[in-house]
């Protein structure tokens, strides 16, 4: 059973920081694609940041230079580096991830298998 276990939310004042993490456990080969997506009250889900296996990175405007998207593909964890949070940064923040399993089908025949995958959501509040 594959899951993307987020964690590291919480309450921050405003111009603070926190980190967010997200590990894949289960029966994982590797990550490949992963991201940070976040869901305000009353809006649609939003994509902040992904990156690559190879730790390529893209950024949504608003948070580019404040967030930082890192990994660490030996332990299967992405990272979300927040930093000058401002209230409008205020959500529930999503781990997505593209994750490789090598499965059997009923002939006995091995493959890779590419699914994609959502954590449960860490909840990030800006206030003072």
């Known amino acids: 059973q594959v899951q993307l276990v987020e964690s590291g939310g919480g309450l921050v004042q405003p111009g603070g920081s926190l980190r967010l993490s997200c590990a894949g456990t289960?029966?994982?080969?590797?990550?490949?694609?992963m991201g940070w997506y976040r869901q305000a009250p009353g809006k649609q889900r939003e994509l902040v940041a992904t990156?690559?296996?190879?730790?390529?990175?893209n950024y949504t405007g608003s948070v580019q230079g404040r967030f930082t998207i890192s990994r660490d593909n030996d332990k299967n964890t992405v990272y979300l580096q927040m930093n000058s949070l401002k209230p409008e940064d205020t959500a529930v923040y999503y781990c997505?991830?593209?994750?490789?399993?090598?499965?059997?089908?009923?002939?006995?025949?091995?493959?890779?298998?590419?699914?994609?995958?959502w954590g449960q959501g860490t909840q990030v509040t800006v206030s003072s």
């Open positions: 997505h991830g593209a994750v490789v399993q090598l499965k059997r089908d009923d002939s006995g025949f091995y493959y890779y298998s590419t699914d994609d995958y």
């Open positions: 990156i690559a296996r190879g730790g390529s990175t």
């Open positions: 289960g029966s994982i080969f590797q990550l490949n694609a």
